[in-house]
């Protein structure tokens, strides 16, 4: 029997006397040991349990390993095609001379240093007209209310009385509600009782008369001769003044 002392025991692996695989494995023993540390503190002795399990593996025919030779090779000239299409598979070497070099540089930097200038006086623009827009409305703003004293110096001052103003009569009696009375009360009571005025028809208007046509003047009519006055010219004149 295991003393008390020796610490916990762990329970024993317990395989299958037999594996299941599709065909009963006949070659290739490969043995492994492996060891677990207690969960438990160490006892005064150290002590480990060691257990040894054994995997048996198919037997691998010449075919298979043929098999699996080209399979490794397959993947080997993947890698190196990959391997072969990164960037750094395509760097080129700079074949520019030192003056090309410095010259482009040069011009890059250029580029660069007129952009930044650009931005800067366009922000510095931005700020000088925005200091420009604030002291124009506040000089707008200062002639405004100098022009609003200047007309309210400008207006006639009302004196002051020479003597002190008699204080106004109080009322004998406190201010209340006319309708918190007795006869505001009824007067409300009486208004709220009348029923709302009806609205009456908007009366057409009468007909014009139809205008009067004036008639248009006769013309002169002629005077009448008489037997006499055909005989001479004077007659006849004086005969129609007559008549």
């Given at each position: ?5 020796a ?14 695989f ?15 540390a207690?969960t438990?503190a160490?006892?005064a002795s ?8 054994v995997v048996?593996?198919p037997?691998?025919?010449a075919?298979?390993?043929a098999?699996?030779?080209?399979a ?6 993947a890698?190196?095609?990959?391997a ?8 080129l ?8 070099v ?7 930097d ?5 952009r930044r200038?650009?931005?800067d006086?366009?922000a ?7 200091a ?5 409305a506040d ?6 209310l ?20 008699d ?18 009360a009824?007067t ?23 205008p009067?046509?004036?008639a ?6 002629a ?6 006055a ?11 003044g007559?008549?």
């Amino acid at each position: 029997p295991r003393p008390a002392s020796a610490g916990p025991t762990i329970p024993a692996l317990r395989l299958p006397s037999r594996p299941s695989f599709p065909e009963p494995p006949s070659a290739l023993v490969l043995p492994r040991i492996a060891a677990v540390a207690p969960t438990t503190a160490p006892p005064a002795s150290t002590s480990a349990f060691v257990f040894r399990q054994v995997v048996e593996y198919p037997a691998v025919s010449a075919e298979l390993a043929a098999q699996l030779d080209a399979a490794l090779l397959a993947h080997a000239a993947a890698a190196a095609e990959e391997a072969g299409t990164t960037p750094a598979a395509y760097e080129l070497d700079d074949s520019r001379g030192e003056v090309i070099v410095l010259a482009e540089q040069n011009l890059a930097d250029r580029i660069i240093a007129a952009r930044r200038d650009k931005e800067d006086a366009y922000a510095h623009r931005l700020s000088v007209e925005g200091a420009a827009a604030g002291a124009a409305a506040d000089k707008a703003m200062d002639a405004a209310l100098s022009s609003g004293a200047r007309v309210l110096a400008a207006e006639p001052k009302v004196a002051a009385p020479a003597k002190d103003r008699d204080p106004l009569p109080q009322p004998s009696y406190a201010p209340c509600n006319f309708f918190a009375v007795e006869e505001g009360a009824k007067t409300l009571e009486l208004l709220k009782s009348i029923p709302p005025a009806k609205v009456l028809p908007k009366r057409p208007e009468p007909p014009l008369p139809v205008p009067v046509k004036r008639a248009q003047p006769e013309p002169p009519a002629a005077p009448r001769l008489t037997p006499g006055a055909r005989g001479g010219g004077g007659g006849g004149a004086q005969g129609a003044g007559g008549s």
